[in-house]
Every structure is written in structure tokens, then in C-alpha cells.
């Protein structure tokens, strides 16, 4: 019998394209893509097409299973279900108001630094339907600030940076959050005198771990984590996990093969202990593990093992109460880094800032930082805020190693 399976993405997206702490062009997109599936006999047939699919889409999709490509797992069937995240009451004249609002203020009153770089509106619709009784539809809305900027008197081509997301444009939290922080950058302070420092890190710093879960990864004993799945190796507070849930941005509840989660979410670690790794239909059933719902695909492509959505489970505690009265160091841009087989991570630090009390202090020099993961996850971890601190983020903190 043969099954044919619609995965369609659409996209609606507002762009200001900021130069000089002004708005300089405003860019509109409205893209449908449409990918047609045809799977028979154990093999699967793929066609693509902008905008909706047509006949002609699905004919080419049954032609293209004469290229024999394999699709030996089950199809997703018998489940409906639509997720609707549009909270954000904006239009796009209204986006483009208040972020002339944002822009203008900062003009105002810190015309030394530069701002540049993108703001963006954006809406996603996600559908994957097929002849089997299937069709999930998850709808999404965003604003995105993606701005950097440099002081008048800077070398630098770009010296720091402000990020956004979020499902509601609240101008003025962003405009205090970024006061703080354009405040303390005119302020230069010196390292703590300390070996070892409170940071707040970034994911990059998390990257090796994600590598290192990957499903076909351990499956083939060319993980970090091989013989260690079922064993304790970090922190009893750490717990990481796949997310699929309205945490995420723009990121459906189904994978692209319409796998989908418990709750929508799927711990790979918990309270420390190495569970699993993320796989997709064919890396659970090679590898006789629990998929999931990990597969990607480009709308015009067979779903392969992809790039799961992950967070830390949050602390019971805000971002001044996991810290204390301690000095922390909030780093903003960290590239360059790179972490070994054995967890030992180091990375050099552009641009970050000196935190205590919940307060930006002043601009740290740059220097280098590093830790074995294994400890930065383990004794010397402290958690993921429960409150969204900086720029609509929670924010992870551990303790680092600091080198000036």
C-alpha cells in the first residue's frame, strides 16, 4: 500500500535591517515550503516544491521511489493535534513602531555607541498530515533582536551585543535591561582576584555534552558517553533534556518524521545520571533504544537523526538567590573554545561583564576561562535561574576556572 505524507512549512517574517542605531530598510517574507512524501514496499519518495504542492509535486514523489531509497519504520498515524503559541498581539506596522521607539531612546541618551545589525517578526506554521489518520499543526510568534553595537571610539568592529526572543515586545524591559548593560560597558573593572570564579555561561559551553548524546554516536561506541548511560556523572540538580514544549521557539511539538514526546519533553540526563541520547526512528530501531522525536528534515528531504531542541531543567531558586552576595561574571561573548574527549573545556572571553547583588557593575577585560565539564556540571554547578534574568533567558551558572 502506499502512504503519502504532507510535511509544509510557512514562514511570515518582518525584518528592519538596523544601521547606525537606525531603522535603514524593512525587508518582508512570505515563503511556503511544501514537501510531498510517497512510502511503499519499504522505501520512501521525495518531492519539494515553493509554495502549496500540486499534482505535479506528488507525481514526482512517486517517481523518485524508483530511486530505492529505504524506509523500513512505521509511519506516523492516527493523531491529530494543533499548537497554537500566537500570543503576541502585534501587526507589523506596530513592530515597526516600537522598535523605532527602542532605537530612538538609545540615540537619545547613549549616542556613543553604535547600534546594528536585525530586528525581527516572525510567524511559523508547521504541518505534517498523511493518509494514515496523521496531522499535527504547531503555529508560533516571535520577536527577535539580533543587534550588535560598538562604542564611537572603538577599534573593534562589533564590541557587544543585545539578544532577544520572546512571544510579547515589551519595550521598556528591554530598554532597562539594556541601559544596565550599555552603563556598566562604560565602566571598565578588573578580574576577581579569584582561580576560580561564579559564571554565567553560555550553551556553546554545553555543545560537547549535546555532541556527545548523539543517539547514532553512542550507539556506535564514538561517544565521550560510551559505558556510561545508566551511570552517574554529573551533579544530582543537573537534568538535561530534549524540549519540545512551548518553552521553545518556533520549534514544533512533532519531529519531522511526526514522532512525538510525552509532555513533550524527554530527559537525556537526569539528576545527573546519563539516561539516553536522542535518536530518531532509525537509530531507536538499529540500536533497540527509545526514539526521541530528534529527526530533521529540509521540507525536500528523507528525515534523518538532527539537531534536538535542549534545556536544563531550572532551579528552585531566581539568579540573586542561587548567587548570593557573590561577584559574578556574566559572559556575553565566549568563541573560540573547544572542549576535549576527556571534558577538559577552555575557551577564550571577548566581551563580559562583572555582576553582584543582581547588579552590573562594570566591563571585564578579556581573558580565557576553562574546567572539566564533569566538574563544572558536577560539584562545581550551581543551576539554571527559575527566573528569566537577562534578555527574557534563564541563565546557567557554574563555577570556572579564570585566567587573566
Request: charged share 25%.
Amino acid at each position: 500500500m502506499m502512504i503519502q505524507e504532507l510535511y509544509q512549512v510557512k514562514l511570515y517574517e518582518t525584518t528592519l535591517n538596523v544601521t547606525q542605531t537606525s531603522i535603514d530598510s524593512i525587508r518582508k517574507k512570505n515563503i511556503t515550503k511544501s514537501g510531498c512524501r510517497v512510502y511503499k514496499n519499504g522505501y520512501i519518495g521525495v518531492a519539494g516544491t515553493y509554495g502549496e504542492a500540486t499534482e505535479e509535486t506528488w507525481e514526482r514523489a512517486t517517481k523518485n521511489l524508483e530511486l530505492k531509497i529505504p524506509y523500513d519504520y512505521e509511519v506516523s498515524k492516527n493523531a491529530q493535534r494543533t499548537r497554537d503559541l500566537r500570543i503576541l498581539d502585534l501587526s507589523p506596522e506596530q513592530f515597526v513602531e516600537k522598535s523605532e521607539k527602542f532605537l530612538e531612546t538609545i540615540r537619545t541618551e547613549f549616542p556613543e555607541f553604535i547600534f546594528s545589525n536585525k530586528i525581527k517578526l516572525i510567524e511559523t506554521k508547521v504541518v505534517l498530515k498523511n493518509d494514515e489518520n496523521l496531522e499535527y499543526i504547531n503555529y508560533d510568534r516571535s520577536v527577535i533582536l539580533e543587534l550588535i553595537f560598538k562604542h564611537v571610539n572603538s577599534v573593534n568592529i562589533f564590541d557587544s551585543g543585545v539578544f532577544y526572543q520572546g512571544r510579547e515586545f515589551n519595550v521598556e524591559e528591554i530598554l532597562n535591561e539594556t541601559r544596565q548593560q550599555l552603563k556598566a560597558f562604560n565602566n571598565e573593572v578588573e578580574l576577581p582576584d579569584l582561580k576560580k570564579a561564579l559564571v554565567v555561561i553560555s550553551n556553546e559551553a554545553l555543545d560537547k555534552i549535546y555532541e556527545s548524546l548523539n543517539g547514532e554516536s553512542l550507539g556506535r561506541g564514538t561517544s565521550m558517553f560510551n559505558n556510561k548511560v545508566g551511570t552517574k556523572a554529573f551533579n544530582d540538580n543537573f537534568t538535561f533534556y530534549g524540549d519540545l514544549s512551548d518553552e521553545a521557539f518556533h520549534i514544533p511539538f512533532f519531529d519531522a518524521e511526526g514522532s512525538v514526546l510525552e509532555n513533550d519533553v524527554c530527559s537525556l540526563i537526569e539528576n545527573g545520571v546519563i539516561l539516553r541520547g536522542y535518536t530518531d526512528k532509525k537509530n531507536s530501531k538499529e540500536f533497540s533504544v527509545m526514539n526521541t522525536a530528534s529527526a530533521s528534515a529540509s521540507y525536500d528531504d528523507v528525515p534523518t537523526l538532527g539537531v534536538m531542541n535542549i534545556n536544563v531543567k531550572k532551579a528552585d531558586e531566581t539568579f540573586v538567590e542561587l548567587v548570593g552576595d557573590e561577584p559574578v561574571i556574566f559572559v556575553i561573548m565566549a568563541s573560540g573554545g573547544d572542549c576535549t574527549n576527556n571534558g577538559d573545556y577552555a575557551t577564550p572571553v571577548q566581551m563580559s561583564y562583572l555582576m553582584q547583588n543582581g547588579k552590573y557593575i562594570g566591563k571585564l577585560p578579556e581573558f580565557s576561562m576553562g574546567g572539566n565539564i564533569y566538574e563544572m556540571l558536577g560539584d562545581d554547578y550551581i543551576g539554571l535561574s527559575k527566573d528569566k534574568f537577562a534578555f527574557n533567558q534563564n541563565v546557567l551558572i557554574c563555577r570556572m576556572n579564570i585566567n587573566k
